[in-house]
């Protein structure tokens, strides 16, 4: 069954496959209609993936306990959450330390986490499993995340001691890699876009935050050898159908997925990823993930993201232009040590 015909039926299909082909009876068209119009194909055949994409939305990644196994909201429920997202998220807090309010950037003017849940009113991104939650942590992640450790190097520097240098600085910090820039892909507070380029051989997907490229062969070639690690994985592109399947593995451990919302989140090289591309219609690319990392969690978890197309031009994102943060942020760290040193002087 292919996956424009599973998203016509809508939520009540049900569909067995095996591990990660395995696609969840919850995954739906971004309005639950299905498939309304063509789809634009390339001059060499291909379906048409390219141009500037929008996955900004109010869904959240996970969801919450309150709503216990309801995949749907209806209308009005959709619209008093929408409410509540919007009044919470154009708030200006100014309470807490004055380390707080830079987290939250301020303030509320330089997010843009979008005014809708998406069109089918969907309670997760996550499809499956069906509660829309990510699944248990294996008995292995629970022990690493309960045993001591340096500061990770994908966490913020405000939640660790001082930094003796740039490697102890997270990688978003260093605008490296985070936020939305995925392999995998998920939205942030602001800057969700990417743009996708494509050709007979390669697709290229451009992620606006920390603009980020990531080209993708089509040609069959084999992933690099196991002792080969990449911030972005090893990906390689495949048509099934209208649909580009990536299979990504080959990942630095070095990296973590965001998502995961726990520890590395299944960085390194027991983390595999398949993604997913469907042109919908003329406004409309379904982007749907599956990861799994067998000494991570319990199982594989899957997401469905619709994408809006939107109009260019894509700028860059100049994350750290100069890298003054860095120097405020080692110099602040030795003036922090300083200190500390001559309150114990003092204190003899």
């Keep these: 069954m292919s996956l424009r015909t599973l998203l016509s039926l809508g939520a009540g299909a049900v569909v067995v496959g095996v591990g990660m082909s395995m696609w969840p009876a919850q995954v739906m068209s971004v309005q639950a209609t299905g498939v309304t119009a063509p789809v634009g194909r390339t001059s060499w055949g291909d379906p048409d993936l390219r141009g500037i994409w929008d996955f900004k939305t109010l869904t959240p990644l996970q969801r919450s306990a309150e709503l216990a196994d309801r995949a749907f909201l209806t209308d009005e429920e959709a619209a008093e959450l929408e409410r509540q997202l919007l009044e919470n998220h154009d708030s200006d807090r100014r309470d807490g330390p004055a380390i707080q309010d830079i987290n939250r950037g301020y303030n509320q003017f330089w997010h843009d986490r979008g005014t ?139 990296a973590s997925f965001s998502g995961a919302l726990s520890g590395r989140g299944g960085g390194g090289e027991t983390f595999h990823l398949v993604e997913r591309f469907t042109r919908l219609d003329a406004d409309t690319l379904l982007y749907e993930f599956t990861v799994e990392d067998q000494t991570w969690w319990t199982r594989a978890w899957t997401v469905a993201l619709p994408m809006k197309r939107t109009d260019g031009p894509l700028f860059e994102y100049a994350c750290h232009e100069g890298n003054y943060g860095m120097e405020g942020i080692l110099r602040g760290a030795r003036a922090d040590e300083r200190a500390a040193a001559e309150g114990v002087e003092s204190a003899r």
């Excluded at 690493?144 to 910090?173: C, F, H, K, N, Q």
């Design 116 to 254: 809708n849940l998406t069109g089918d009113r969907r309670t997760s991104l996550i499809v499956d499993p069906p509660n829309g939650r990510i699944p248990p942590l294996t008995p292995e992640a629970e022990a690493e995340l309960r045993t001591p450790r340096r500061r990770p190097i994908t966490e913020r520097i405000v939640l660790g001691p001082p930094a003796l240098g740039p490697e102890d600085i997270g990688l978003s910090e260093r605008c490296m890699l985070g936020f939305s820039t995925g392999p995998p892909i998920v939205p942030s507070g602001n800057n969700n876009n990417l743009q996708l380029f494509q050709t007979p051989d390669h697709v290229v997907v451009l992620t606006e935050m920390i603009h980020v490229a990531r080209v993708i062969p089509l040609d069959g070639r084999p992933h690099l050898s196991s002792g080969v690690r990449q911030w972005l994985g090893d990906s390689r592109g495949r048509w099934q159908g209208d649909t580009l399947v990536v299979d990504t593995t080959n990942f630095t451990e070095k």
